[in-house]
């Protein structure tokens, strides 16, 4: 997995390193430059653009600029400079390579725009190269910082580039004006704010510049321990099945789903554990539903469950025994049936239990606690403001202190599912890099909830299965988007790709 860190981590990490290896931080910002130059040259050729702006703050972004703009111009680009404040405000290495390209005589033009009434050059069809404030800024720009990322902002032939960070984003102030980027590129590490809500809007595609460090040096600074999934911590992590295998060695599980009006989370959370690989299934469902639960589930042990009668409540005590792993809450419904059920899952069961759906409703301190089981959460953000008794909002702005907190706290793993889904057990915390905003949609749940419990219940690792179960759910939904665009899928699609998205990483 990749190191993911907070701006802050960032500059104390690099600060470190310059320490520990005797590196010269100017060396690094060489080597940040070249790596941007590179990208950024290949992007000016595949886009048939005719010039190259760079904009330049005053710290050490403006720096990681003044790096890429010699380059460019050695090799042959036509670089324009727009400078944003005074060279007196350039300090350290950003001193040093500014006046590096006036020693250099570079063909490189020059352009202040000091304030709002000095004119700008015209930047249509060009690329335009975001060096004005990095991860170091805080506060707000002034104003005519804020009125050229608004005059770019509203130009609808260009490409944008941000070095690090898109300027001015920062998850404190989110009243900023932000640089619409089609492109970041993060020097050593993923920065955290380019990963969710307006970040991730106005970031575009994220790439990491190697910085002649390697990362190793900088998971040895990762103390928050957040990592980004990628596609070979998937292959790599989980099992292929045993070409000896029978039916029980490859899973033997207890989904508790559907109730009337639901009946489709219930289909849609077995079947994708049963596509997942998962041989001997049990799904079990209210004595009211049992007709229509034959008739769409045909493959699957089928279980009717009156909650009043013992003797089927104690049938469901065997099948908890039974099952290495148990999924509860899909479809459910709110009420006493569901509370009864999930009590006596947490009470009993000593295998890994998912818990989805309408079942986080009757979660508490108190149950959580005192299972046996090792616990995945999978909420939404709503799910999870009612499971922490507070608003959506302070879900959104709080999330990655509240899930780690509330994780670590109760020793469960939870799988917040959000426009950028992140999984953490209290001790790391992933963030997953895969899924659209196709997957806002009825069922998508069920289906990564049925995904997760197929993993675990064939003896992987619970944090290593929700990882990987909510990078291949988002991997199903890519796939989908590639072939038929992002607006055209419901959830039943994602089943009919997991053979082939299981095929890609020989599962």
């Not at 190191?3 to 104390?12: G, I, K, Q, S, T």
């Not at 790096?67 to 727009?82: E, M, Q, S, T």
Request: neutral net charge; aromatic residues 8%.
């Amino acid at each position: 997995m990749k190191n993911v860190f907070f701006n802050r981590e960032v500059l104390n990490a690099e600060s470190e390193i310059v320490k520990q290896s005797g590196i010269p931080s100017c060396i690094l910002m060489e080597n940040a430059g070249l790596r941007a130059s590179l990208i950024i040259s290949d992007y000016f050729r595949k886009n048939s653009l005719e010039d190259i702006f760079i904009l330049c703050g005053k710290g050490n972004n403006a720096g990681d600029g003044f790096v890429i703009a010699r380059h460019l111009a050695i090799n042959g680009f036509k670089v324009n400079l727009i400078m944003l404040y005074q060279s007196t405000h350039l300090k350290g290495d950003a001193a040093l390579n500014y006046n590096l390209i006036n020693s250099l005589n570079l063909d490189i033009n020059k352009f202040d725009y000091f304030s709002e009434n000095d004119s700008l050059p015209s930047v249509e069809n060009s690329l335009i190269v975001d060096a004005i404030f990095g991860i170091g800024f805080r506060g707000s720009p002034d104003n005519h910082v804020k009125k050229i990322i608004s005059h770019i902002n509203s130009i609808k032939s260009k490409f944008v580039c941000a070095i690090d960070i898109p300027s001015c984003l920062d998850r404190y102030n989110t009243d900023n004006p932000v640089l619409k980027c089609d492109v970041t590129i993060s020097m050593g590490v993923y920065k955290f704010d380019t990963l969710f809500e307006k970040g991730k809007i106005y970031s575009g595609e994220i790439k990491v510049a190697e910085i002649g460090t390697g990362s190793e040096v900088f998971s040895q600074f990762n103390r928050e321990k957040i990592f980004r999934s990628e596609f070979i911590d998937i292959s790599k992590n989980i099992k292929v099945r045993d070409k000896l295998s029978n039916k029980y060695d490859t899973g033997k599980l207890l989904i508790i789903a559907g109730s009337a009006g639901y009946t489709g989370a219930a289909r849609l959370c077995t079947l994708s554990a049963m596509r997942m690989g998962s041989g001997a299934v049990i799904v079990a469902f209210p004595d009211e539903v049992n007709e229509i639960m034959c008739s769409i589930l045909t493959e699957p042990v089928k279980l009717s469950v009156d909650i009043s009668s013992q003797k089927d409540v104690d049938s469901v005590m065997e099948k908890i025994k039974w099952a290495d792993a148990v999924l509860i809450g899909s479809g459910c419904g709110i009420s006493d049936y569901t509370k009864k059920l999930l009590d006596l899952v947490l009470a009993n069961a000593e295998v890994p239990v998912v818990v989805d759906g309408d079942a986080l409703r009757y979660i508490n301190m108190n149950n959580l606690r005192s299972s046996p089981a090792k616990l995945i959460l999978t909420p939404h953000i709503g799910e999870f403001a009612r499971i922490l008794n507070c608003t959506s909002d302070v879900v959104k702005k709080n999330f990655y202190s509240l899930s780690k907190g509330f994780a670590g706290m109760n020793n469960v793993i939870v799988t917040l599912k959000c426009s950028t889904t992140i999984i953490t057990n209290g001790d790391s915390f992933v963030i997953n890099s895969t899924g659209s905003e196709n997957l806002s949609t009825f069922g998508s749940g069920d289906v990564l909830a049925g995904i997760i419990t197929s993993l675990v219940s064939r003896g992987e690792n619970p944090f290593t299965s929700a990882v990987a179960g909510t990078y291949l759910h988002g991997y199903c939904s890519d796939l989908l988007v590639d072939k038929f665009g992002s607006s055209s899928m419901v959830a039943s699609d994602l089943l009919e790709v997991i053979p082939e998205v299981k095929k890609k990483f020989n599962l």
